[in-house]
Each structure stands twice: as C-alpha cells, then as structure tokens.
C-alpha cells in the first residue's frame, strides 16, 4: 500500500509569483485535504477535495485554490505569494470524506 | 466554535519517566478526536483515534489516550518515554464535515 506522497520537498520563491504543489493520495483513498502548518503553530485546514469537487473550505482567501484529479491526485495553487504563505504545506488521504485522515511529508515553501 | 487547546507548548522529561500531554476541546457534539506526532520536519503520524466506545484507547508506539467527556479533554500517555519519543505531538478534533481542528502542539524533550 502506497503512502501519501508530496512534491516538491522545499521550495522557495519571491513574493508576487505563483507556485504550485503537488500530491498523490493513498491507495485507495478518494478524499484529499490540504493544511497549512506555519511555524511554531498546528496545521490549519485550507480546504477538501472529494471526487474532484472542493467539499469545504477554511479561512483561507481566493487565491488559495486547488484542483483534484480523476486519479485523486490533487494539486495546490497560491497566487501572489505573500511572506506570510512562507510554511509547511501538508496533504492528507482519506476514504469518503472520512475525518480519520493520513498526512503526507509536506511540502515547504519559503518566500522571499 | 470548534477549538482544541494544548495548555503546555513544551515539556521535558527524562527517558523511563512517565509522560502525560493535556488537551482539551470545544465541540458541540460527540467529537473524534486524534493524537498525531511530527518528527522535525517531517509529516504528521497517527499515534491513536477515538471514535465512541471504550474511553481507554491503545495506540502506536506505546502511546494511550483517555476521553473524558465530563471534562472535555483527551490526555495522551505512555508510561516510560523513549528518547525516541522527542517531537511534536498535535491534539486534533475532526469536524462533521470532514476537517481536523489541531491544537498548537506540544514539544516534547527528553533527556537522558
């Protein structure tokens, strides 16, 4: 059984760009999350992919947006980075929307 | 509104010695609750889950957690520490709709 995997591990970029992040759910999983873990704090909920629709969101603006595969893959897109979007970007798999979620590695983006 | 609190932001403790993390939630129904640990820079790994059912529960590594509804918490323990067990450790809730609430987490040293 394959894990939750991200890409890239580290990222850097200049504030006012444009990234994209990347994850592939677990085996058999359907759902997938994406939170944003600044430092020192807990992760926060950014928003839910369940059959390629967006199934909830968190406080996160507009130009977090997100996009999920008929694979159930799932890609996370920020717009006109800000220094504060600098932290760990973490997936999750889940099967139907369930709350019991697996995390994958993360991605860290920095902004300078 | 949903919220989790982790009262003690970093704790040592040195290896053989019992070990207790606090939490405690706001929620307005039966909560699903979660311990997940985060190694340096590493993703989050689900130590343990409670659904419904026995208050007691057994998780990975040696880890327990016990519901107390009466007191709206969900401590984690584990009866002798590991030097191994120095990380983070996040208390979550999970929503209805599918989303974890975290804590701000918990720093655990251990000294030898």
């Known amino acids: 059984e394959t894990g939750v995997t991200q890409s890239p591990t580290h990222l850097i970029k200049t504030r006012g760009q444009q990234v994209t992040l990347r994850c592939s759910s677990q085996?058999?999983?359907?759902?997938v999350s994406w939170y944003q873990q600044a430092l020192g704090q807990g992760p926060q909920f950014i928003f839910q992919?369940?059959?390629?629709?967006?199934?909830g969101r968190g406080n996160f603006p507009p130009r977090f947006s997100g996009l999920q595969f008929p694979n159930y893959s799932s890609e996370l897109n920020v717009n006109a980075l800000e220094l504060d979007d600098s932290a760990l970007y973490l997936c999750?798999?889940?099967?139907?929307?369930?709350?019991?979620?697996?995390f994958g590695p993360g991605t860290r983006l920095t902004v300078t | 509104a949903q919220s989790v609190t982790q009262p003690d932001i970093h704790i040592t403790v040195s290896e053989g010695a019992s070990l207790e993390l606090r939490c405690n939630y706001s929620?307005?129904?039966?909560?699903?609750l979660f311990w997940y640990v985060q190694s340096p820079g590493q993703g989050l790994q689900l130590l343990l889950k409670?659904?419904?059912?026995?208050?007691l529960v057994q998780g990975i590594k040696g880890f327990e957690a016990e519901f107390k509804r009466s007191q709206s918490s969900f401590n984690l323990r584990k009866p002798s520490v590991h030097w191994s067990d120095a990380a983070e450790y996040f208390c979550?809730?999970?929503?209805?709709?599918?989303?974890?609430?975290f804590g701000q987490g918990t720093t655990l040293q251990v000294k030898p």
């Open positions: 999750a798999s889940s099967l139907d929307r369930e709350v019991e979620q697996y």
């Open positions: 085996s058999g999983h359907n759902t």
């Open positions: 992919y369940y059959r390629e629709e967006e199934n």
């Open positions: 929620y307005g129904a039966t909560p699903y």
């Open positions: 409670y659904f419904s059912g026995d208050t």
């Open positions: 979550a809730v999970g929503s209805n709709t599918g989303k974890l609430i």
